[in-house]
Nanobody
Framework: QVQLVESGGGLVQAGGSLRLSCAASGIFSIYVMGWYRQAPGKQRELFQT???????NYADHVKGRFTISTDNAKNTVDLQMTSLKPEGQDVYSC????????????WGKGTQVTVSS
């Protein structure tokens, strides 16, 4: 069974940095992995992906600030976030890019990031 565990969130001041990690088990490493964020009352938003070959895609609002990477030995997908903006409290989660978000049954609990101004 697929299990996803996100970690590394916390409270940080605007302009600061955080490193998030997504530990994945029960899935093949061939899948593209994606990071999502969800603001209170809003839908999850996919903003960054990485393939098993290391190809990445970034949403415009994180380009130059966020870096996604994988650690194949640990089976994790990491997200280095810098120059964080005071956007309130968002929950960050990850999943392999298999099918549609609304059909995915194995979301982890996510990790909350609070950026204060």
């Amino acid at each position: 069974q697929v299990q996803l565990v996100e970690s590394g969130g916390g409270l940080v001041q605007a302009g600061g940095s955080l490193r998030l990690s997504c530990a994945a088990s029960g899935i093949f490493s061939i899948y593209v992995m994606g990071w999502y964020r969800q603001a209170p009352g809003k839908q999850r938003e996919l903003f960054q992906t990485i393939s098993s070959a290391g190809s990445t895609n970034y949403a415009d609002h994180v380009k130059g600030r966020f870096t996604i990477s994988t650690d194949n030995a640990k089976n994790t997908v990491d997200l280095q976030m810098t120059s964080l903006k005071p956007e309130g409290q968002d929950v960050y989660s990850c999943r392999p890019q298999m099918g549609h978000d609304e059909d995915w049954e194995f979301w982890g609990k996510g990790t909350q990031v609070t950026v204060s101004s």
